[in-house]
């Protein structure tokens, strides 16, 4: 029996991975989080990869706080980057196969239609940079992992846009969103039925692939859909990313296009209402 390490077990990611686990019992899971697989640390991670002596590693853990990594950079870069070069190192010494999930923000959004793999990325926030930089750790210290670059991350399972906004919209009777940053979200669940759908395939073509769900939107219409699914009055209202600066810089076309993981997986992205009607359910 294959023995699958999923890292960052308890944020969004790996937390549907959790869910989907029981319906894989070929697999033996480890699930790990910062507590007992802490990423920023390179010796824990030498050491717990020999103890746990994985055949797979799905890195879900990351830091995600965009905003905050522009003046946390060095721990963002140790997670982000440095962490991926020791684990991919480990994975190619001992045969182990890697799966490591990246970002959308690695593109700087000027593209005029969806960014395919091979596009050049140009990242303009230090997460996007510390993404990239494990990318190319990732390919350089195992040529035959897998990476998955994804867009939007919501869920059931910790913080994202879905439960802000319905938050929000509960709260107040009236919400300014931004309307000029465009792409494409991805409900976790799908994306952890994604990976385990190519894992348990028997089919290993390594290289760099896109997910996320089906569609072209706006954080605006990502929230008049969440408007809509959860029948809220609020008057929600659409307005430019500069009226609304932040630390760090979003790109503001970052649509994936997914044809390839279509065509070497059979994979075919859901509709991004489809999904979302479906985890708002489970709210």
Not at 14 to 27: D, Q
Not at 122 to 145: D, Q, R, W
Not at 154 to 165: C, D, E, P
Not at 187 to 212: P, R
């Amino acid at each position: 029996m294959k023995k699958i390490l999923v890292t960052g077990a308890n944020g969004q990611l790996g937390s549907e991975i959790k869910e989907l686990a029981a319906n894989y019992t070929n697999f033996e899971f480890i699930f790990t989080d910062i507590a007992d697989f802490p990423l920023d640390n390179e010796q824990e991670i030498i050491s717990n990869f020999k103890v746990i002596q994985p055949d797979i590693v799905i890195n879900c853990a990351a830091y995600t706080a965009v905003d905050k990594a522009e003046e946390d950079q060095v721990v963002a870069d140790a997670i982000n980057h440095l962490a991926i070069a020791t684990l991919a190192t480990l994975c190619r010494e001992s045969g182990a196969k890697l799966v490591h999930v990246s970002t959308d923000y690695v593109f700087d959004g000027t593209s005029p239609i969806a960014y395919k793999e091979e596009d050049q990325p140009n990242p303009k926030s230090v997460y996007g940079h510390t993404k990239l930089a494990g990318e190319i750790a990732c390919s350089k210290n195992c040529p035959e992992s897998i990476i998955i670059r994804t867009a939007w991350v919501y869920s059931q399972f910790g913080n994202n846009f879905v439960k802000t906004m319905l938050r929000l919209m509960t709260e107040r009777d009236t919400l300014n969103v931004v309307n000029d940053q465009v792409g494409s979200p991805t409900y976790a669940a799908d994306l952890a039925q994604v990976i385990l759908t190519i894992l348990d395939s028997n089919k290993w073509e390594s290289g760099m692939y896109h997910y996320s769900n089906a569609g072209e939107i706006s954080w605006f219409d990502f929230a008049l859909a969440i408007k809509e699914i959860a029948q809220k009055s609020c008057v929600v209202s659409g307005i430019p990313a500069s009226s609304y600066p932040t630390p760090a810089e979003r790109p503001a076309y970052s649509l994936l296009d997914k044809s390839k993981i279509k065509a070497v997986y059979g994979i075919e992205p859901i509709d991004y209402k489809v999904s979302l009607k479906i985890m708002m359910a489970k709210l």
